[in-house]
């Protein structure tokens, strides 16, 4: 289990989350939704530890995180998506999957073949260069890479953001596969209000980088979107 408590940062002095709790249980997909610039991103990256928090605690499976850098928050059990997909372009499909391996030290003992089940695209890609794939299969692709690195917890950043509606279906259709699997629980940032009411258990909504609403999927209804959710 992946919990927020009070987590509280800043940038050059400008205070961008305050007092951040969450939770992202178990066998569940947590959306984390939120108008344009409200800390989502920072959310993510403070868990990561790419942002130090000015206080707040984030803790995984119990241990706590706070003081751990990018990398050993990984083995921990963290895995990270950010948006633009953080590919590399130059290198072909099996090389960014290979490279996701080596950087963790980890063996293949079956695990590509199983993200090349969950995503069969790329099995169709493997020696075409990560770069002149299409936007959905480098998300595609980046959602591979991390599963690779046999995370607790799956963190995305805005994966539908510029994809084309029908690889947003399967993408969606693979993360509730995910999901359901049992092993890893996804934190889902998005704006697309249909892909969560069609893939998460469970929201939170934040506002000037606060939460300011939470709950389970069933419950996010017209005044909430209205109130928070709309431009």
Not at 82 to 104: C, Y
Request: net charge neutral; glycine share 12%.
């Amino acid at each position: 289990m992946l919990a927020l408590s009070d987590l509280s940062a800043s940038y050059d002095g400008s205070r961008i989350l305050r007092g951040v709790g969450l939770v992202v249980p178990p066998k569940s997909l947590v959306c984390l939704m939120g108008r344009n610039g409200v800390g989502k991103t920072t959310t993510l990256k403070s868990i990561m530890g790419l942002v130090a928090p000015d206080s707040g605690q984030v803790t995984l499976d119990g241990k706590v995180l706070n003081g751990l850098k990018p990398d050993a928050r990984a083995r921990a059990g963290l895995g990270y998506v950010p948006q633009g997909r953080d590919i590399f372009p130059h290198l072909t499909v099996w090389e960014n999957l290979r490279i996701s391996l080596v950087v963790h030290g980890a063996k293949d003992s079956g695990q590509v073949d199983r993200v090349l089940e969950l995503f069969p695209i790329l099995k169709e890609f493997l020696q075409r260069k990560g770069g002149v794939l299409s936007g959905g299969q480098q998300q595609q692709l980046a959602i591979a890479r991390a599963l690779l690195t046999d995370p607790k917890i799956l963190l995305l950043d805005e994966p539908t953001e510029g994809i084309q509606p029908n690889i947003i279906d399967q993408i969606g259709d693979t993360l509730v596969k995910i999901k359901n699997e049992g092993k890893i629980s996804i934190l889902l940032v998005e704006q697309y209000l249909d892909f969560c009411l069609a893939v998460g258990d469970s929201f939170y909504i934040m506002d000037r980088g606060a939460v300011v609403a939470e709950g389970p999927i069933s419950g996010l209804d017209d005044d909430i979107v209205k109130a928070h959710l709309t431009v």
